[in-house]
């Protein structure tokens, strides 16, 4: 069994604590909306929280407002992202007292739903090939 230490104190954002949906999934560029559950975590009220997407070198990221009061970005579109590809998402809550931000929770590889979805519906079921 291999053992992670965890001498950060970070504390792990489980990923059914989450839920990425992409949007307008027949066009680029890709729009998201998200899910963020932190009941049950004593995480400080001010802390600020980001939402990243990711996918091999494209990165982007929002601002998310803090833990106490999330503001959602109108502007959600993933133009930094390659065109054709799903991305991941990370979610960060990053502790600002200090002089320097402390990552103090994350989420890491979280994948979107509804791409799935948009990707078998472009496939046509219900047509049979005439014999």
Do not use: W
């Amino acid at each position: 069994m291999i053992r992670k230490l965890n001498f950060t104190g970070r504390k792990k954002i489980p990923l059914n604590r989450t839920l990425v949906t992409l949007l307008n999934t027949e066009e680029y560029p890709l729009s998201f909306d998200i899910q963020i559950d932190f009941s049950d975590f004593s995480l400080p009220k001010e802390a600020l929280v980001y939402v990243e997407a990711y996918k091999r070198t494209s990165y982007m990221r929002f601002n998310y407002g803090t833990v106490g009061n999330l503001n959602i970005p109108p502007n959600r579109d993933l133009t930094d992202i390659e065109a054709g590809t799903t991305p991941l998402f990370r979610v960060k809550v990053v502790d600002k007292s200090a002089q320097q931000g402390k990552i103090i929770a994350m989420a890491d590889k979280i994948h979107p739903k509804g791409i799935e979805n948009a990707n078998r519906d472009n496939i046509n079921l219900g047509a049979v090939p005439d014999n």
